[in-house]
C-alpha cells in the first residue's frame, strides 16, 4: 500500500504543477520556467526537499521525456522530413555552426573534458519546439510568412537531435573505443532502419494500430511507443528518440487519434520531466553559474535571431519577418534539458546540470518576452 505520505506529497505537487501551469497561462508565457523552478524549490537544498515522492517522480520523468519525444514526432510524417532535409539542409547547417559552437566552446574554457563540452555545445544549439509551438499559436502567427522558415529550423533540428542523442549516449558509456565506435554503428543503422520502415511501411503500421476504441488505440499507441523506448534504450540509442521514430511511423487516423487522447498525458508526465530535472539541481549552485548561464543566453540570443534572419531570408521574407522569425527560436527547453539530463545521469562534470537548468530559465523566459515586446511595438 503506498504511504500517506507518498499520496500527500505527490498531491502536493500535482496540484502545485496546476496553478503554476494556470499562471503562465494567464500570462501567456510557456510554464517551462515555473516547472523548472519548482523543481529546483524541491530537491535537495531546496526550500522543501520531497521525500518518498522522489523516486516516483523519477519513473515519470522518464515516461514525460518518451512522450514529448512521440509527440513531437507526431507532428511530422516521414515524406513531411526527407522533404524538409533536402530544402533546408543549408539552414540547418548555418544553425549548428551558429549555435552548437558557442557551448561546445564555453565547455573547453571551462575546462571540462570534450564529452561535457559537446553535451553543453547540443544544450546551446537546438530550439524549444514547445515553447515555439505556444507562441506561434498564442500570437496567431501560423498563417505568417516567416513561419514556414522557423518551422524548418525546427524540423532539421529534431532530426539531428535523433542522431545527436544516440551518439553521445554511446559517447558517454564508459567502454572501450572499439565498443563506443560499435555502439555509435549500431545507432546509427537503427535509426536509419527506423526510418527506412517509418517511409516504407509506415501506413501499414498505422493501419494496424487504428482503432475507433479510444480506449484500445490509446493502449496500443502507449504500448508501442513504450515498447519501442524501451528497445532502443536497450541498444543504445536513448529512449525518446525510438519514441520520435514511432511517431514519426504514425500517419493518419492513427496519428490524428494518439494525438487527441495522448496530449493530456504528455503534458503531465512532461510537467513531472521538468520538475525531477530541477530536483537534481542544488539551487545553491547555480550562484557560481549565473554569469556564464547569462552570457551564453545572451551570445546563443544572438545566433538564433541570426538563424531565424538568414532562414527567412532564404524564402523571401522581409526584415520584420526575419526579424520575429529569430526573436522566436532563441528559446531552449526541452532537448536541452534531455541532454543535460542524460550528462547528470552518466556523471559528467558536476556543474553541467546548474548550468543548463540557468540557462534554460535564461532563454525560456527571454525569447518569449523579446518576441511578444516586438509583436506588441510592431
Same mark, same amino acid.
Given at each position: 500500500?503506498?504511504?500517506? =505520505?507518498?499520496?500527500?506529497?505527490?498531491?502536493?505537487?500535482?496540484?502545485?504543477?496546476?496553478?503554476?501551469?494556470?499562471?503562465?497561462?494567464?500570462?501567456?508565457?510557456?510554464?517551462?520556467?515555473?516547472?523548472?523552478?519548482?523543481?529546483?524549490?524541491?530537491?535537495?537544498?531546496?526550500?522543501?526537499?520531497?521525500?518518498?515522492? =522522489?523516486?516516483?517522480?523519477?519513473?515519470?520523468?522518464?515516461?514525460?521525456?518518451? *512522450?514529448?519525444?512521440?509527440?513531437?514526432?507526431?507532428? !511530422?510524417?516521414?515524406?513531411?522530413?526527407?522533404?524538409?532535409?533536402?530544402?533546408?539542409?543549408?539552414?540547418?547547417?548555418?544553425?549548428? @555552426?551558429?549555435?552548437?559552437?558557442?557551448? +561546445?566552446?564555453?565547455?573547453?574554457?571551462?575546462?571540462?573534458?570534450?564529452?561535457?563540452?559537446?553535451?553543453?555545445?547540443?544544450?546551446?544549439?537546438?530550439?524549444?519546439?514547445?515553447?515555439? @509551438?505556444?507562441?506561434?499559436?498564442?500570437?496567431?502567427?501560423?498563417?505568417?510568412?516567416?513561419?514556414? +522558415?522557423?518551422?524548418?529550423?525546427?524540423?532539421?533540428?529534431?532530426?539531428?537531435?535523433?542522431?545527436?542523442?544516440?551518439?553521445? &549516449?554511446?559517447? *558517454?558509456?564508459?567502454?572501450?573505443?572499439?565498443?563506443?565506435?560499435?555502439?555509435?554503428?549500431?545507432? &546509427?543503422?537503427?535509426?536509419?532502419? @527506423?526510418?527506412?520502415?517509418?517511409?516504407?511501411?509506415? +501506413?501499414?503500421?498505422?493501419?494496424?494500430?487504428?482503432?475507433?476504441?479510444?480506449?484500445?488505440? *490509446? *493502449?496500443? $499507441?502507449?504500448?508501442?511507443?513504450?515498447?519501442?523506448?524501451?528497445? #532502443?534504450?536497450?541498444?543504445?540509442?536513448? #529512449?525518446?528518440?525510438?519514441?520520435?521514430?514511432?511517431?514519426?511511423?504514425?500517419?493518419?487516423?492513427?496519428?490524428?487519434?494518439?494525438?487527441?487522447?495522448?496530449?493530456?498525458?504528455?503534458?503531465?508526465?512532461?510537467?513531472?520531466?521538468?520538475?525531477?530535472?530541477?530536483?537534481? $539541481?542544488?539551487?545553491?549552485?547555480?550562484?557560481?553559474?549565473?554569469?556564464?548561464?547569462?552570457?551564453?543566453?545572451?551570445?546563443?540570443?544572438?545566433?538564433?535571431?541570426?538563424?531565424?534572419? !538568414?532562414?527567412?531570408?532564404?524564402?523571401?521574407?522581409?526584415?520584420?519577418?526575419?526579424?520575429?522569425?529569430?526573436?522566436?527560436?532563441?528559446?531552449?527547453?526541452?532537448?536541452?534539458?534531455?541532454?543535460?539530463?542524460?550528462? $547528470?545521469? @552518466?556523471?559528467?562534470?558536476?556543474?553541467?546540470? #546548474?548550468?543548463?537548468?540557468?540557462?534554460?530559465?535564461?532563454?525560456?523566459?527571454?525569447?518569449?518576452?523579446?518576441?511578444?515586446?516586438?509583436?506588441?511595438?510592431?
Amino acid at each position: 500500500m503506498p504511504s500517506a =505520505e507518498l499520496l500527500i506529497e505527490l498531491g502536493a505537487v500535482l496540484l502545485g504543477l496546476a496553478v503554476l501551469g494556470r499562471l503562465s497561462g494567464r500570462f501567456g508565457y510557456s510554464p517551462v520556467p515555473l516547472y523548472l523552478i519548482s523543481g529546483l524549490a524541491f530537491g535537495e537544498g531546496g526550500l522543501l526537499p520531497l521525500g518518498p515522492t =522522489e523516486d516516483f517522480i523519477e519513473v515519470g520523468a522518464e515516461i514525460g521525456a518518451v *512522450l514529448l519525444l512521440f509527440a513531437l514526432g507526431l507532428e !511530422y510524417s516521414a515524406r513531411e522530413l526527407a522533404a524538409t532535409l533536402r530544402s533546408s539542409s543549408r539552414t540547418g547547417l548555418v544553425d549548428a @555552426a551558429l549555435n552548437f559552437t558557442p557551448g +561546445a566552446v564555453t565547455g573547453l574554457l571551462l575546462g571540462w573534458d570534450t564529452k561535457a563540452a559537446l553535451l553543453l555545445g547540443g544544450i546551446t544549439w537546438v530550439t524549444s519546439s514547445g515553447v515555439v @509551438a505556444k507562441l506561434l499559436n498564442d500570437m496567431r502567427r501560423i498563417g505568417n510568412r516567416e513561419t514556414p +522558415a522557423i518551422l524548418g529550423v525546427l524540423v532539421i533540428e529534431d532530426l539531428a537531435m535523433a542522431a545527436y542523442l544516440p551518439l553521445m &549516449a554511446s559517447l *558517454l558509456s564508459q567502454g572501450d573505443a572499439e565498443s563506443v565506435v560499435g555502439s555509435i554503428l549500431l545507432a &546509427a543503422g537503427a535509426a536509419g532502419g @527506423a526510418g527506412w520502415i517509418a517511409l516504407r511501411y509506415g +501506413a501499414a503500421i498505422s493501419r494496424a494500430v487504428f482503432s475507433r476504441s479510444d480506449e484500445v488505440l *490509446l *493502449l496500443s $499507441v502507449l504500448g508501442l511507443t513504450l515498447l519501442v523506448a524501451g528497445l #532502443a534504450e536497450a541498444v543504445h540509442i536513448s #529512449a525518446p528518440v525510438g519514441a520520435f521514430f514511432v511517431g514519426i511511423t504514425l500517419s493518419g487516423r492513427a496519428a490524428d487519434g494518439a494525438r487527441a487522447l495522448l496530449s493530456p498525458l504528455r503534458d503531465l508526465f512532461a510537467a513531472v520531466f521538468f520538475v525531477f530535472f530541477g530536483l537534481s $539541481v542544488d539551487p545553491s549552485d547555480l550562484v557560481s553559474v549565473a554569469f556564464v548561464a547569462i552570457a551564453l543566453g545572451v551570445v546563443t540570443a544572438g545566433t538564433k535571431i541570426a538563424t531565424g534572419w !538568414y532562414a527567412a531570408a532564404r524564402i523571401g521574407v522581409g526584415r520584420a519577418g526575419r526579424l520575429r522569425a529569430g526573436l522566436t527560436l532563441v528559446a531552449r527547453g526541452e532537448f536541452s534539458v534531455v541532454l543535460a539530463t542524460l550528462g $547528470v545521469s @552518466a556523471g559528467t562534470e558536476q556543474d553541467l546540470g #546548474a548550468l543548463a537548468a540557468a540557462y534554460v530559465l535564461v532563454t525560456a523566459v527571454v525569447g518569449p518576452v523579446l518576441t511578444r515586446t516586438l509583436d506588441r511595438s510592431g
